[in-house]
């Protein structure tokens, strides 16, 4: 029985594999590869782009996967703004014939923008960049310029556009929800909501923000004792910067908490110090080093006694934050120094250095670094007693460290045909 049912299984591989054959050779030919020369080859650099959707919409280039095989690498970098959304910086690098000749655009999307438009405008962007280049390549006889204008606008005012803001530069946003999850002897339930309402303008920038998190779990145990295990973590924060020109900035800060996890009923901070931008602001879509350092005074109430002995204290420190972030064509790193230290008694301090470097260092090999370790001084708040098993397992309280480390590596290499032109989302 078992050598006809194998020629029946080796029939039916050969028809389907002969099917599939003759499919392919009859197919039409999708999006084929334009003889080198011909079409623009450009290296899009953007994690956070709908790769897809921009090879649909942008069809007259070809998409090389390394930039050493490009003739354009199009840098893509991406910033929070104001209102809510987001700033797409892009920048136009020349390579080969067009080396030397480079380029930059924005494009800015709504709070209120949906994948769809902020899609569609970032693309928008990459087309008008992109002419520049393409003008130059036998492409440019197939293309041609359409102006999408409303009608009557060519009489319109130029001023009709700076209409006045009823909100003066406000924005605010409301989220709240909850979670729910279940089995016969485990629960688990959590709220959330947040509140946030930010102004920004070239002089001033004024952040707010209100947090909220409740969580609670139930457990049957082996025994049928019940546990239940309550959480919390709730916060308020105000930030109001004063710009004092291209590299120096002013700042004040206020915090008020209440977390279990960390032993505190009330914890409230006050604060104010100074920013030093090493580059100029603007700048700081591409490279940014900036050094800040500021004092503050903190009231603590704790839940249970602290292993100080304390229900309660004020206390003043110090904080320095030294930040780097770099996103160039090779690649990008972020590190951070940060430290802090308590006035009343500097042995009670916190170091902590973290970074992450992900470099291309050679053709289709990109690496990629990371981690932090901290010194840990700092814990003025833990509560007295040994922590129970319950405790530990449940990350119910903070535990007595010295320090904290992590680190991670990875690495990638492509290789294969440099082209990458093709959408296909079946299956």
């Known amino acids: 029985m078992s050598r006809p049912r194998a ?5 039916l591989i050969l028809i389907a594999t002969v099917a ?21 080859r450009v290296f899009l650099d953007c994690d956070d782009c709908d790769s897809d959707y921009v090879r649909r919409e942008i069809e007259f280039i070809d998409y090389v996967r390394d930039r050493k095989e490009a003739d354009l690498h199009i840098l893509v970098t991406t910033q929070d703004t104001a209102s809510g959304g987001e700033e797409w910086v892009f920048n136009f690098i020349g390579l080969g014939r067009f080396n030397g000749l480079n380029d930059e655009l924005k494009y800015t999307s709504l709070q209120t923008s949906t994948d769809a438009e902020e899609r569609a405008g970032y693309t928008r962007v990459l087309k008008l960049g992109l002419v520049r280049y393409v003008s130059s390549t036998p492409i440019a006889e197939k293309l041609q310029v359409v102006y999408k204008g409303e009608p009557g606008a060519r009489d319109a005012p130029a001023a009709a556009g700076a209409r ?27 709220y959330s909501g947040s509140f946030t309402g930010n102004r920004v303008t070239e002089r001033w920038k004024v952040n707010t923000a209100v947090n909220l998190n409740f969580r609670e779990n139930h457990f049957t145990l082996s025994d049928g004792e019940k546990l239940v295990d309550t959480s919390r973590a709730h916060q308020a924060t105000a930030l109001v910067v004063k710009s004092l020109g291209e590299h120096w900035a002013a700042a004040g800060r206020g915090r008020a908490a209440s977390t279990t996890f960390l032993n505190q009923d009330r914890a409230f901070r006050a604060g104010a110090g100074v920013e030093y931008s090493f580059f100029p602001y603007r700048a700081s879509a591409t490279k940014e080093l900036t050094a800040q350092l500021t004092f503050g005074v903190n009231r603590f109430d704790y839940i249970e006694r602290t292993i100080y002995g304390k229900d309660s204290e004020t206390v003043g420190d110090a904080q320095f934050i030294l930040g780097f972030d770099l996103t160039q064509p090779w690649g990008n790193t972020d590190v951070t120094l940060e430290t802090l230290a308590y006035l009343h008694d500097t042995s009670r301090h916190r170091l902590e250095l973290d970074g992450e470097i992900d470099v291309r260092l050679f053709k289709g090999f990109a690496l990629n670094l990371g981690g932090s370790i901290s010194r ?30 992590e680190f991670s590596v990875g690495f990638s290499y492509t290789f294969g045909s440099i082209f990458n032109n093709i959408v296909n989302t079946r299956f």
């Open 7 to 11: 020629s029946v299984f080796a029939f």
């Open 20 to 40: 599939t054959s003759a499919a392919a050779q009859q197919a039409a030919p999708v999006a084929p590869v334009a003889p080198s020369g011909d079409r623009l």
């Open 164 to 190: 006045s803001d009823p909100w003066n530069f406000w924005v605010f946003r409301i989220r709240a929800g909850g979670s729910f999850e279940g089995e016969e002897r485990e629960k688990f339930h959590n």
């Open 376 to 405: 840990v001084r700092d814990q003025i708040y833990l509560r007295a007693g040994d922590a129970t098993d319950e405790e530990i397992l449940l990350r119910r309280r903070q535990l007595a460290t010295d320090y904290r480390y």
